[in-house]
C-alpha cells in the first residue's frame, strides 16, 4: 500500500524545453523561486527542476502562445539548468500552481504535476523562503517501508540486497539514490529467483559488465512481472527518471522523432534499469560520441530448430580457427541460450557496412568447410532443419546484442557467459552458467574480457590474408 502526500506551490515559469515525441509545443516548463524578499531588487530566481505533465493539448496550445510572446535571448535563472532538451527561455512573468510529493537532496520538486496558470499571482510572491524550508524532507510515505532508512552505507546495502526481506527500500551510492521496488517479487519461478536476486547479481558484476555498456544507447527490453509476464521493448526513456539519470537523444529515421536511449555509466545507472524491469542489458556496438563506427563486432551464431548445442559448438570452434589464421584477437560468450556469440574488438575507424562485409567473408569460409551445419537464410521458417545461422547483419547502428554477464531473460536465470575458447568443447552446457554460478566463475578464473578494451585491432592485415585465400582457392 502506498500513501502518497502532495502539496501544491506556485513557480515562477523561467523557461521551457523542446518537445519530445507527440507532443507539438514544449516538453516541459522550467520553474523557479526567488530568493530573497519581493521588494529587494536585484534578487535570484533560482531553479527548482521542470515540469512535464498534466498538460492536455487546447492547455499546451494556450501556454505555448503566452511563452512565446515572452521569448528572450538570456536564461532568467541565477545558473543555466541542465536539461535533457534543448532550452528556451521567458521572462518571467508567469507563474504555475504545480502539485509535488517532495523535494529532492538538490532542491529539486519531485514529481511535479501541472494544476494550473496562476494569472492572479505576482511571480515576485513566489519565494524561496517559506516554501522550500517549510517543507518536510519526505512526502512520499510508503505504508510498509515507513520507518525504513535510506540506506547510503556499504554493508547495510548488501545486507539488503543479498539477505534481506524488506519489499522496497531507498539505497544511496556515490550521493545519487536509487528506489528499489518489490524487491521479493518471483522473476524466475522455476529457481526461485526473486527481483532482489537479479539486483544483487547487477551488483556484484557491475565492474565486468559495465565497461560494456558505458557512454553506450540502450535498448530496453522490460519484464516487470519477471520471465512469465509480459514484457515490452523501450527505447525512448524520457519520463520518471531520476536527475541524475543520463539519456541521450538520437534522431530516428522511422520515428521521424528524437528517441531518448538509456546510458548506464555507472552502478546507481545499472540498478535503476534493473529495477525497471530489464533482465538483460543490451548496447549499441558504438558510443555515443560516434555513433556510425562500432569498436566492435561479432558473429551470432543463431541456432535452427532441430539444431544442436554441439553444432554450434562446432562451427564456433571452425570460426575461432579462422580468426587465429588471421591473427586476430577475439572473444567468446554464450548467449545465455542456446547460441554463441564472438567478438572481435578494433579500432574506431570502420562503419558497420564494412564490417559486416569482413564478417561475412569469414563466416562464408566457415560455410565452405561445413556447408550442411551453416546456414545464412534469416528468415526462421525458412532456415532447413538442424542448421545454425551466422548472424553478421546484426552488426547494424540501433541494433543491440546483450552484454557480456548479461542475465537473459529465460527459466533458469542464465547468463551470458565469458568463455576461454578451449571450453569449446562436445560437453559445454551453457545452462550452467546462472546469475549465481558466473559469480564463483569469476571468484575462480577472473573477468575472462576484462582486456577486451586493450586488444583492439585494424582489420587490414587480416583483410590481405583473406584475398590471398580467396585467390588461392579461385
Request: with cysteine; glycine share 6%; net charge positive.
Amino acid at each position: 500500500m502506498k500513501i502518497k502526500v502532495t502539496q501544491t506551490l506556485d513557480a515562477v515559469i523561467g523557461g521551457w524545453t523542446a518537445p519530445r515525441g507527440a507532443r507539438e509545443h514544449f516538453g516541459s516548463l522550467l520553474l523557479g523561486l526567488y530568493d530573497g524578499p519581493p521588494q529587494r531588487a536585484g534578487k535570484a530566481l533560482l531553479f527548482i527542476g521542470h515540469v512535464g505533465t498534466g498538460f492536455d493539448q487546447p492547455l499546451q496550445d494556450a501556454i505555448a502562445k503566452q511563452l512565446t510572446g515572452l521569448q528572450i535571448a538570456k536564461c532568467p535563472f541565477d545558473k543555466t539548468p541542465d536539461t535533457n532538451e534543448k532550452a528556451f527561455w521567458t521572462r518571467p512573468e508567469l507563474v504555475a500552481r504545480v502539485r509535488y510529493s517532495g523535494w529532492t537532496d538538490e532542491n529539486r520538486l519531485r514529481h511535479p504535476v501541472f494544476i494550473a496558470m496562476r494569472e492572479d499571482a505576482k511571480p515576485q510572491d513566489s519565494q524561496w523562503q517559506g516554501e522550500v524550508s517549510a517543507q518536510p524532507a519526505a512526502t512520499v510515505v510508503h505504508a510498509r517501508e515507513a520507518s525504513a532508512p535510506v540506506l547510503s552505507q556499504k554493508v547495510a546495502i548488501e545486507a539488503e540486497l543479498f539477505k534481506g526481506k524488506r519489499e522496497n527500500v531507498i539505497i544511496e551510492l556515490d550521493g545519487k539514490r536509487v528506489r528499489l521496488s518489490h524487491l521479493n517479487k518471483i522473476y524466475f519461478p522455476e529457481p526461485g529467483y526473486a527481483k532482489r536476486d537479479l539486483l544483487a547479481y547487477y551488483y556484484r558484476v557491475a565492474e565486468h559488465i559495465l565497461p560494456f555498456l558505458e557512454n553506450r544507447p540502450l535498448v530496453l527490453r522490460r519484464y516487470p512481472d519477471g520471465v512469465q509476464g509480459q514484457a515490452f521493448f523501450q527505447k525512448d526513456l524520457s519520463e520518471g527518471l531520476p536527475d541524475w539519470f543520463k539519456t541521450i537523444p538520437i534522431h530516428s529515421e522511422s520515428k521521424r522523432k528524437m528517441v531518448h536511449y538509456a546510458i548506464a555509466n555507472d552502478l546507481p545507472s545499472l540498478l535503476f534499469l534493473t529495477n525497471l524491469g530489464c533482465i538483460d542489458h543490451n548496447p549499441w556496438s558504438s558510443r555515443i560520441d560516434d555513433l556510425d563506427h562500432p569498436d566492435y563486432f561479432f558473429f551470432d551464431l543463431d541456432p535452427s530448430e532441430g539444431a544442436t548445442f554441439k553444432t554450434v559448438l562446432e562451427i564456433g570452434r571452425s570460426l575461432c580457427q579462422k580468426m587465429e589464421k588471421l591473427d586476430l584477437n577475439f572473444f567468446l560468450k554464450t548467449s545465455g541460450a542456446t547460441g554463441l556469440h564472438i567478438y572481435i574488438p578494433v579500432d574506431r575507424v570502420y562503419t558497420y557496412q564494412q564490417l559486416r562485409a569482413f564478417g561475412d567473408v569469414i563466416a562464408h569460409l566457415v560455410a565452405r568447410e561445413l556447408p550442411k551445419q551453416v546456414t545464412f537464410e534469416r528468415t526462421v521458417a525458412k532456415r532447413p532443419r538442424g542448421g545454425v545461422l551466422i548472424d553478421v547483419d546484426q552488426n547494424s547502428q540501433g541494433r543491440p546484442l546483450a552484454a557480456a554477464y548479461s542475465v537473459r531473460a529465460f527459466p533458469k536465470a542464465t547468463v551470458s557467459a565469458p568463455l576461454e575458447p578451449r571450453e569449446l568443447r562436445a560437453t559445454l552446457r551453457a545452462e550452467k552458467f546462472d546469475l549465481e554460478s558466473i559469480v564463483a566463475r569469476i571468484a575462480a578464473k577472473g573477468d575472462l574480457w576484462k582486456d577486451f578494451w586493450k586488444r583492439r585491432q585494424r582489420i587490414e592485415p587480416a583483410v590481405e590474408k583473406l584475398s590471398s585465400q580467396f585467390g588461392e582457392k579461385t
